[in-house]
């Protein structure tokens, strides 16, 4: 994604298609996030944004622990797994992850 297009993406707020992190969330959570984009037309999680759209960035460790939480995540707790692209880009001196989810049909939490 271009620094043009996250910022459109930021100005025009959270919808069907993006939604907005401030930080790490639970991996439940995150699954139902993965399954819901999945199932639909697929979609893009931006972490280091507010639900106001402010870019609050993300700090070294906070990229780190994200970047495993997605991959966990994909693979474990969404059954079939699913295979999100991770971008980490810098904005306005921040970091921001960008997680794409491709539309996959039939996608389940897993019980686990």
Not at 57 to 84: F, H, M, S
């Amino acid at each position: 994604m271009t620094i043009p297009e996250l910022k459109n993406r930021i100005l025009t707020g959270e919808d069907s298609f993006t939604q907005f992190k401030t930080k790490s969330i639970r991996a439940r959570e995150l699954a139902k996030e993965f399954v819901a984009f999945s199932n639909a037309e697929g979609g893009v999680i931006l972490f280091g944004v507010s639900d106001e759209g402010i870019i609050l960035g993300l700090a070294r460790d906070e990229v780190e622990e994200i970047g495993q939480l997605v991959g966990n995540v994909a693979n474990e707790n969404v059954k079939p797994p699913i295979y999100p692209l991770s971008e980490t880009i810098s904005i306005e001196d921040k970091i921001v992850i960008v997680v794409s989810i491709r539309e996959e049909f039939r996608c389940i939490i897993s019980r686990d």
